[in-house]
């Protein structure tokens, strides 16, 4: 069993599809990632599961893997996690991360409701989504994802996969931003609605697996003098942000599905 916790899940995975099926019934979603490098025992380790349910979980996963081998099963009933247990305790510089994720969530999940009653002939359609894409890159990725890649992320180990897993994650999702934003200039109504959703399914599950896994792992990490430096640091780093473009921000968020219900007002009344 050594060989595979010190193997690709991936590799596992492909050669054992029922590790990844056990996997996701501990909320443990290996198998949609994009990478699958970590190795097994990283993964185990980074989702901190309590030690009845991870015993459990390892029993499950080399029985899949060895299912002639005699091996004894741990005490108890195999239960697995299908969401975190309890409310997650931060610390205040990774809640203020969690906050922030909570205002982005606002405009995630309003897109699709926006796409149904999109008019790309409309003026104020169209100054919706350019105030959506200056709220994704202004507030969603230089104000937070910022902090997270300059500041956050110097408190762990940047070469560890799940880091990288998140790195590319914010890489696509400037990718989908600039397809948006040039779609809009050509009225392409299917592309702006194609990347704008890929966009939201991509940050909703990012958002996730920071909230419930990444976050969680970082703070178990960190000393009392480091959480000191951290919130010292991300203050040092909003100070450095125009506030105007920030207050502006959460604006939009705050008023976008107003905005969203005053169009479709418009757009009734003109039949």
């Known amino acids: ?95 203020r991360l969690v906050d922030e994720h909570a205002l982005i969530k606002r405009w995630l999940e309003l897109i699709p409701e926006f796409l149904e009653k999109i008019d790309i002939e409309s003026e104020a359609c169209r100054q919706l989504v350019l105030d959506g894409l200056d709220f994704i890159r202004s507030y969603a990725d230089k104000f937070h994802h910022a902090k997270e890649e300059d500041i956050l992320f110097g408190y762990t180990d940047k070469n560890l996969d799940i880091i990288k897993t998140i790195l590319q994650d914010h890489e696509a999702a400037r990718s989908h931003v600039k397809a948006v934003s040039e779609a809009l200039k050509s009225k392409d109504r299917k592309a702006i609605a194609e990347h704008l959703s890929a966009y939201r399914d991509l940050l909703t599950e990012h958002i996730k697996k920071e909230d419930e896994i990444l976050y969680p792992w970082i703070d178990r990490g960190l000393s009392t003098r480091q959480v000191g430096e951290l919130f010292a640091k991300f203050n040092e780093a909003e100070e450095r942000m125009d506030k105007e473009v920030v207050d502006r921000c959460e604006k939009f968020a705050l008023e976008a599905m107003g905005r969203i219900q005053k169009m479709e007002r418009k757009k009734e009344e003109v039949k």
């Open 1 to 95: 069993m050594e060989k595979y916790l010190n193997a690709p899940i991936k590799e596992i995975i492909t050669k054992f599809p029922e590790v990844g099926r056990i996997l996701e019934e501990y909320s443990i979603g290996c198998v949609p990632c994009t990478l699958g490098s970590c190795f097994l025992k990283d993964i185990v380790a980074i989702h901190n599961l309590p030690a009845d349910q991870e015993a459990q979980l390892m029993y499950r996963i080399e029985k899949a893997i060895y299912p002639d081998r005699d091996i004894k099963k741990p005490e108890g009933k195999a239960m697995a996690r299908k969401a975190p247990v309890g409310k997650i305790q931060y610390s205040p510089p990774i809640k």
